[in-house]
């Protein structure tokens, strides 16, 4: 039998199938866009199509993510900061710091040896540093999102944002343009600052990293760019999952296993 797990965001919905082994047997990630119910059947198809089984094949399923409410037939709704603790041990065995950015909210969160949240930190009150905040500064710089991860290579960092409110940042960005700033300093300044405010939510959940793992998921983790300045701020090395931005449906489809046995 199968198990899936579906995390839906407010920028991608996520899907991940597994079997009884916890093998990922597939995974898909679809633009969630305003219809979120056609995304969920967008990314269950798709994994269904790229497994080659039956949708009876799947014993159960379990959602979560902002939009988990949504995802019809499952046998549990469970929050996207547990997920993504559970599938990050799945993945990594130990870690001790999780930081998961996703389309428009940041998370710190300190695991135990189980993969059970111990603690913490989330800023939802606005998208700055998340997804959303880079998907708006790609445009303002006018390149693809995906090429923002390593725009920033050659550059001395001279560049500081005032703001990282979305509205103002891009304002700024647009006027640093016009100023003649080279783009990969600009990136660089955007990168420094999503690590500077993410830094602030790690420390509220481990004061001292020192001898602590520390892993990123979210779609957020496949920018290089980010992860590096990241890295620079907490001093600290970074685990990062070849797909990052499937551990929170990983995470669903072991509870969906768990919960249907």
Request: aromatic share 4%; with cysteine.
């Amino acid at each position: 039998m199968y198990y899936l797990g579906i995390d839906i965001g407010s920028l991608s919905c996520d899907a991940v199938l597994i079997d009884d082994t916890k093998k990922i047997v597939a995974s898909s990630v679809v633009p969630t866009g305003a219809k979120n119910i056609e995304a969920i059947k967008r990314a269950t198809h798709e994994v269904i199509e790229i497994s080659g089984i039956l949708e009876s094949d799947i014993k159960a399923s379990v959602s979560t993510g902002y939009g988990r409410e949504r995802v019809s037939n499952r046998i549990a709704a469970i929050t996207e900061i547990t997920c993504h603790a559970k599938g990050i041990k799945e993945v990594f065995g130990k870690i001790d710091v999780l930081i998961d950015i996703g389309g428009q909210d940041s998370k710190s969160i300190r695991i135990d040896s189980n993969g059970r949240v111990i603690d913490f930190a989330m800023n939802d009150k606005c998208a700055a540093g998340t997804g959303r905040f880079l998907e708006a500064m790609a445009r303002a710089l006018q390149v693809d999102i995906d090429e923002l991860s390593d725009l920033d290579h050659g550059s001395v960092g001279n560049v500081t944002l005032s703001s990282m409110c979305t509205v103002f940042a891009e304002s700024e960005v647009v006027s640093l343009i016009a100023d003649g700033v080279e783009v990969k300093e600009i990136v660089k300044g955007l990168n420094s600052a999503i690590a500077s405010r993410t830094s602030s939510l790690v420390k509220r959940v481990a004061p001292e990293l020192k001898g602590l793992s520390v892993a990123m998921s979210g779609g957020v983790a496949r920018n290089n760019g980010v992860v590096r300045a990241l890295k620079e701020v907490i001093e600290t090395n970074i685990t990062v999952y070849e797909k990052p931005d499937i551990i929170g449906a990983l995470g669903a489809a072991l509870f969906a296993m768990e919960k249907s046995m």
